[in-house]
């Protein structure tokens, strides 16, 4: 990646450390569910952007939150909110995208990355 990365963010190889160092870091995905239907990260909370707001109670505050999306720009902005309202939260750079193409894990068994080209942004 040619640009500099934000300061929340974190790359594939970073993630799949810290969740290897941590069970108990949560990992946040913000995708829609057409797109979470495809494929996943395993062990993955699933509360879409929109919903994140209300939801955010479901995640426990006092444990590191990974967030991830397909490329990284919703997961930002999530992480950038719960950083904001006092979460340890990081996004995922490049999102699931790059995840798979680390070769991290996606369940089901033959899950894939969804196309955006569904609608969603």
Same mark, same amino acid.
């Given at each position: 990646?040619?640009?500099?990365?934000? %300061? /929340?963010?974190?790359?594939?190889?970073?993630?799949? $450390?810290?969740?290897?160092?941590?069970? !108990?870091?949560? #990992?946040?995905? *913000? $995708?829609?569910?057409?797109?979470?239907?495809?494929?996943? +990260?395993?062990?993955?909370?699933?509360? %879409? /952007?929109?919903?994140? %707001? =209300?939801? =955010?109670?479901? #995640?426990? %505050?006092? !444990?590191? *939150?990974? *967030?991830?999306?397909?490329?990284?720009? $919703?997961?930002?902005?999530?992480?950038?909110? /719960?950083?904001?309202?006092?979460?340890?939260?990081?996004? /995922?750079?490049?999102? +699931?995208?790059?995840?798979?193409?680390?070769?991290?894990?996606?369940?089901?068994?033959?899950?894939? *990355?969804?196309?955006?080209?569904?609608?969603?942004?």
């Amino acid at each position: 990646m040619s640009e500099e990365q934000h %300061p /929340l963010e974190i790359d594939a190889a970073q993630a799949q $450390r810290r969740l290897a160092a941590s069970a !108990a870091t949560q #990992l946040l995905d *913000v $995708r829609e569910q057409y797109e979470r239907d495809g494929g996943y +990260i395993p062990g993955s909370l699933h509360i %879409p /952007l929109g919903e994140l %707001p =209300a939801r =955010a109670g479901e #995640l426990d %505050p006092e !444990a590191p *939150v990974i *967030v991830y999306c397909r490329v990284g720009s $919703r997961s930002l902005m999530a992480a950038q909110a /719960l950083d904001a309202a006092g979460f340890q939260a990081t996004s /995922l750079a490049g999102g +699931i995208v790059d995840w798979a193409a680390a070769g991290g894990t996606l369940e089901p068994e033959n899950g894939f *990355v969804v196309d955006m080209e569904r609608g969603a942004a």
